[in-house]
């Protein structure tokens, strides 16, 4: 009797840990490592990144997501934006090394993906509309000044295109988004942070 108790008990504890793992897989805690979507999110506060929220359901223009930018990076320069990282990952601050890139580059740049959590501003297909060089971005009810190369890379789009969202920080005047790295592919997005703790004010 006894070792029918015991065994019931390790297949209880064995459920419990292989749910936990599955829960932590698909719903991983992410750290905030700097202050871009202030107040939303600040320094120090934890998201909880929901990896399924797209499987079914389509990006909605507000979602805070988070997603992977790559980009080239020389040691000893300044990234730039770290975001946060997730903490059930072995990366280093966000940062996870994806090889080297091609020989035609510099021989000691390497390839980085950055974790990173902005709003998205534009979904897919939803116009572009343009005032000179800045965007029109309804949820702000303004125009958004664009990066030059950003904005000759949208060159004659009049709507995003499928497949692409543009992004923004909440706290616009020290975000860097897609007003200077242009769009983000769906493909590059994790999910969608459900819930959002935020620290106390001091």
Same mark, same amino acid.
């Given at each position: 009797m006894k070792r029918q108790q015991f065994m019931l008990l390790a297949f209880i504890c064995g459920s419990f840990l292989a749910a936990s793992v599955f829960l932590l897989r698909l719903f991983p805690l992410i750290q905030i490592r700097e202050n871009s979507m202030s107040p939303t999110l600040r320094s120090g506060d934890l998201a909880i990144l929901n990896r399924s929220a797209y499987i079914f359901g389509e990006i909605q223009v507000g979602d805070v997501l988070v997603f992977r930018r790559h980009l080239s990076h020389a040691p000893g320069k300044m990234m730039g934006e770290?975001?946060?990282r997730v903490i059930n990952k072995t990366t280093d601050n966000a940062r996870e090394r994806t090889?080297?890139?091609?020989?035609a580059q510099h021989p000691l740049t390497e390839e980085l993906s950055l974790f990173m959590i902005k709003r998205c501003a534009l979904a897919p297909?939803?116009? %572009?509309?343009?005032?000179n060089s800045r965007l029109f971005i309804p949820s702000l009810n303004s125009y958004v000044k664009i990066r030059k190369e950003v904005r000759n890379s949208l060159d004659g789009l009049t709507k995003v295109p499928e497949g692409f969202v543009f992004v923004l920080g909440d706290n616009t005047d020290h975000s860097v988004d897609?007003?200077?790295?242009? %769009?983000?592919?769906v493909s590059e997005i994790q999910g969608k942070a459900l819930w959002l703790s935020a620290k106390p004010d001091m």
């Open positions: 770290m975001t946060g090889g080297q890139t091609p020989a297909q939803t116009p %572009l509309q343009w005032r897609s007003r200077n790295y242009g %769009l983000v592919p």
